[in-house]
């Protein structure tokens, strides 16, 4: 298995918003997920994020501003002792037609070539289904959890293709499991 994983960012790291997260003092980390990030790091996982930003696209905040929501949430897991290597993000709108917007893997294969590692079978949490597409298109395990958008995703049904994908409540719920796997 891979000691990649791959993280989405909002409803899995941070709160979502209807609205936007637009800068780093509407950046609200979602209990225990910065202490689960910083114990993969601490258990010698490579963590990057993959986030769709289309606010950029939509002119409601910059790429300076996302720059800031990632330096704060990079600050948060630093201080809990973990590492991110890297956030890697989609500035497109959804009718722009790009190949880096999720569910397309583009932002996948971005991760792969930037850090230099395989991603096959490297686990990819997020909370919406074009999360858990685009893992399974570029050879992810898709990872589904329950908080941000991850409840409807859930009572909405998965597709066949998805439907062995594991549930958890949060992020810190997937990395306690994953690690008491780990140790065993």
Known sequence: MSRLIILDRDGVINEDSDTFVKSADECIA??????AIARLSRAGYQIAVATNQSGIARRLFDEYALAGIHHTINDWVEEAGGIISGFFYCPHGPDDGCLCRKPLPGLIHRIAT???????????VG???RDLQAAKSAGCQPVLVLTGNGTATADAGLPDELCDT??????????????????Q
């Open 114 to 124: 930037e850090l230099e590692v395989s991603v096959i079978d490297a686990p990819f």
């Open 30 to 35: 979602i209990p225990g997920s910065i202490e």
């Open 166 to 183: 594991p549930v958890h409540a949060d992020l810190a719920s997937f990395v306690n499991t994953l690690l008491d796997s780990d140790s």
């Open 127 to 129: 909370d919406s289904l």
